[in-house]
């Protein structure tokens, strides 16, 4: 708590006090933070095959959909297949051990995957992975 200098007694504290304001930003900002990840992660409605042995990528730096109705997208950006071919190797160049995380939805047939799977491979990414829903324990 603040108090007046000894020399000024009774006078009105007039001063301030920023840091509930500063502790509140924080934790808004904390939050906002948390929530955008959930909010672009979902922008594209993809429903992801289930798999047991799953685990979270902590750093990607392509991400591509495969939507249920075969069309791209390229880190949020719809695209085509020759727009893959143009952007790809210069991602590539800068960073040659990107890793491709592909999101395919379990209704798209397996050939459209493995076609921009194999047209990654052929651009230089080496590193892949496949997302995937974590089937619920003891589940089919």
């Known amino acids: 708590m603040a108090s007046a200098p000894?020399?000024?007694?009774?006078?009105?504290?007039?001063?301030?006090?920023?840091?509930?304001?500063?502790?509140?930003?924080l934790?808004?900002?904390i939050i906002f933070?948390?929530?955008?990840?959930?909010?672009?992660?979902n922008a594209i409605e993809v429903r992801?095959?289930?798999?047991?042995?799953?685990?979270d990528?902590?750093?990607?730096?392509?991400?591509l959909v495969?939507?249920?109705?075969?069309?791209?997208?390229?880190?949020?950006?719809?695209?085509?297949?020759?727009?893959?071919?143009?952007?790809v190797p210069a991602i590539v160049r800068e960073i040659p051990e990107v890793q491709a995380v592909v999101d395919g939805d379990r209704t798209v047939p397996y050939g459209r995957v493995m076609e921009v799977i194999d047209t990654l491979r052929s651009l230089g990414v080496k590193n892949f992975a496949a997302s995937v829903e974590r089937k619920a324990e003891g589940g089919d």
């Open 6 to 25: 000894p020399d000024r007694d009774g006078d009105i504290i007039t001063d301030i006090n920023v840091t509930p304001m500063v502790d509140i930003m």
């Open 57 to 63: 990528v902590t750093a990607t730096t392509l991400a």
């Open 33 to 41: 933070m948390v929530t955008a990840t959930y909010i672009t992660r």
């Open 27 to 29: 934790v808004l900002l």
């Open 66 to 87: 495969v939507s249920q109705d075969g069309s791209l997208f390229l880190n949020g950006e719809a695209v085509t297949l020759d727009q893959v071919r143009d952007r």
């Open 48 to 55: 992801l095959p289930e798999a047991a042995t799953g685990q």
